[in-house]
């Protein structure tokens, strides 16, 4: 039996999340509410520090708890960033969008799994973002699987 590839290895490892998410800032940059967010643009170093930080989330090395902090520093990020449910949405709508412009496996399951912690990641990150919000101040790095659906097999 053949052991069931992380969705980071399904996805295309390291290459294809970088291809997408840089897709999805690009999409972010031109979105100005959204690029309020971020200053205007997106860096190169916060584009491959999200990169690894989605990739150890997949299932990838764990190169963002080893080299950037973990969660505590992705916390960080989003605190007193007050996220609106609108620009939540918008948010992930340009992750899917972007996963299209990057050509990432369209298989429903690879989808599902991704846009998932999508949907996850960023209604903790709107909760986290708001003053004096509650936070759970220590919590590993979630690692993200294939949910209820296994990888897509033809």
Known sequence: MTETPTVHDWGGGRPAFRRWLDAFYDLVEDDPELARLF???????HRDHVTTWWCEVMGGPADYT????GYEHMLAHHRGLAITPELRL????LLSKAADLAELPADPEFRAALMGYAEW???L????????????????VPCW??????PYQP
């Open 145 to 150: 699987g294939w949910g209820v659906a296994p």
């Open 66 to 69: 080893a080299h950037h902090g």
């Open 39 to 45: 200053g205007g643009t997106v860096s190169a170093e």
């Open 90 to 93: 918008r948010f992930v709508t």
């Open 121 to 123: 990641g960023t209604r």
């Open 125 to 140: 990150a709107q909760q986290n973002s708001q003053p004096g919000a509650a936070v759970v101040e220590h919590a590993p």
